[in-house]
Nanobody, 114 residues
Framework: QVQLVESGGGSVQPGGSLRLSCAAS????????MGWYRQAPGKQRELVAS???????NYIDSVKGRFTISRDNAKSTVALEMNSLKPEDTGVYYC????????WGQGTQVTVSS
């Protein structure tokens, strides 16, 4: 059974930075693409960034150049470094194992506000 535990959210002012972490267990971590999703109030959950087992990354346009996704296959962790945060980055952030439908953590709240 997949277990994902996110951490690292918080409240920051616009322009600030946060680093999210996700620890995975119950899977052969290195073979799966991992993703960070976010859900803003009143909006659908969206994929923000993904990373393959080999380290190939993809980002939505709105976070390119500001967010960096990384992973440590030895530790079964995936991180999301978020810089130059904007109010529109506010939401609950989740990590997810792409290809395993019911693989969501509890989420971590990110609030960007002055």
């Amino acid at each position: 059974q997949v277990q994902l535990v996110e951490s690292g959210g918080g409240s920051v002012q616009p322009g600030g930075s946060l680093r999210l972490s996700c620890a995975a267990s119950g899977i052969i971590f290195r073979i799966y693409i991992m993703g960070w999703y976010r859900q803003a109030p009143g909006k659908q959950r969206e994929l923000v960034a993904s990373i393959t087992g080999g380290g190939t990354t993809n980002y939505i346009d709105s976070v390119k150049g500001r967010f960096t996704i990384s992973r440590d296959n030895a530790k079964s962790t995936v991180a999301l470094e978020m810089n130059s945060l904007k109010p529109e980055d506010t939401g609950v952030y989740y990590c997810h194992v792409l290809g395993i439908g019911n693989s969501w953590g509890q989420g971590t709240q990110v609030t960007v506000s002055s």
